[in-house]
């Protein structure tokens, strides 16, 4: 019983550590035409915070290591982009962002997350 409350308690704190504590270290898109590879893997996205500049285009180069079904598709609903991740196989993702901002990248249920800052 002890047992099954501080694994209860674990988790609480893991879910308030996930949510709200959070943060990611940002990969800034320094050169115009590099490609970024992000991991999907174990729940998380890496790199989860990326940063670019308004009007340059940036490539990311998703690659899916987790079997979950969550992980099977990114998408960008501010960008409206939505893709297939097989896996094992990386998917390159072009985007021009116009507009400055943050856009969330994410799977279709918003388990992993991440963000694209645009300044
Ligand atoms: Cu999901």
Redesign the pocket.
């Known amino acids: 019983m002890i047992l099954v409350n501080i694994a209860g308690l674990a988790l609480i704190g893991f879910i308030i550590w996930w949510f709200w504590m959070y943060r990611p270290t940002a990969v800034v898109a320094a050169a115009p035409g590099q490609i970024i590879e992000v991991r999907v893997k174990d729940g998380v996205y890496d790199p989860a915070l990326i940063e670019a500049t308004a009007g340059k285009g940036i490539s990311l180069k998703f690659i899916r290591e987790d079997e ?4 099977s598709q990114v998408v960008f609903p501010e960008l409206g982009i939505q893709k297939e991740l097989p896996l094992g196989k990386p998917v390159v993702i072009r985007i021009v962002p116009e507009q400055t901002g943050e856009y969330a990248y ?7 997350r991440g963000v694209l800052r645009v300044s």
């Open positions: 979950a079904a969550c992980a994410q799977c279709q249920m918003g388990m992993y």
